[in-house]
């Protein structure tokens, strides 16, 4: 039978996107949803490893969160695309945090525009190293820790190039098809010890990477069309969405693909 959330009761409707209060490691937390996520996750006294191939960027943003929430925070130089990475940042992470009860995967990178015939063999391996196989890696390497702490729960970033298809990167659309795929994977294999595991699917956010992808402001105004809500996202509604399944208010959700991307897959607009 699987453990049972530290919630203590379903009919206890008191807030509880601060429980549990254990740490969360975020990757890619120098930057964009990353980041995001970490700042929603510090707002109600959660610790955080910031995780990034930015190392004095994470550091950075690791002082900003123990000046402003008050809470611990250590920002570590990880380049995730490298399994050798994943070790020493455990050890430093083990180090400076109490228990460790989240793991938050929004490392990311696009791979280019490649299509499929600039594609390469390196390049693939890249994308596909950063975004399946170190989920994979960094959610084994801390399986003791989240079994031995109730409520314990894994957010892996997805994205909705996974439904739509995207043939300008097809490295990065098939890495995020594979990073929610291997999501109900782990919550199969770590439910019976009380670990939830969900993806999170954003759309159209804000960030330096979807600022890089549309470059003109004719791209951005039709992309901004197709959606619902007629406005990109904001860096800080995933973390928001992030914080939320983390905590014990998402106490039975597991094996979800959470999308938050404004009404764009099911758009019909043109």
């Not at 943003?61 to 020493?88: K, M, S």
């Not at 793991?103 to 280019?112: D, F, K, M, N």
């Not at 994205?159 to 298809?165: C, P």
């Amino acid at each position: 039978m699987a453990i049972m959330s530290s919630a203590t009761s379903v009919s206890d409707f008191q807030p509880r996107l601060a429980s549990p209060a254990t740490g969360v490691i975020v990757t890619g937390g120098a930057s964009g949803l990353g980041r995001a996520s970490a700042e929603a996750l510090a707002a109600v006294g959660r610790p955080v490893a910031l995780w990034d191939i930015d190392g004095d960027g994470a550091k950075a943003v690791a002082e900003a969160i123990i000046r402003d929430h008050g809470v611990q925070a250590i920002g570590i130089t990880a380049d995730l695309a490298h399994a050798l990475a994943i070790g020493p940042a455990a050890r430093a992470t083990r180090a400076a945090l109490p228990a460790i009860g989240g793991i938050v995967h929004a490392a990311g990178v696009s791979g280019g525009r490649t299509g499929i015939d600039a594609l390469t063999v390196a390049n693939w391996d890249m994308v596909m190293g950063l975004h399946v196989r170190a989920a994979m890696l960094i959610v084994q390497a801390f399986h003791d820790d989240l079994r031995r702490n109730p409520g314990s729960a894994v957010v892996l970033v997805g994205s909705i190039n996974a439904s739509l298809g995207n043939g300008n990167v097809p490295a990065y659309t098939a890495a995020k098809g594979g990073v929610i795929a291997l999501g109900k994977s782990l919550a199969d294999a770590l439910a019976d010890d009380g670990i939830r595991v969900n993806t999170i699917s954003p759309g159209m956010i804000a960030t330096p990477m979807m600022e890089q992808a549309m470059p003109t402001a004719a791209i951005r105004s039709a992309t901004v069309r197709r959606i619902l809500l007629g406005r990109m996202g904001e860096a800080a509604e995933i973390g928001r969405a992030v914080r939320f399944l983390l905590s014990d208010e998402a106490s039975y959700v597991t094996a979800c693909e959470f999308v938050v991307d404004g009404g764009n897959i099911t758009s019909q607009r043109h």
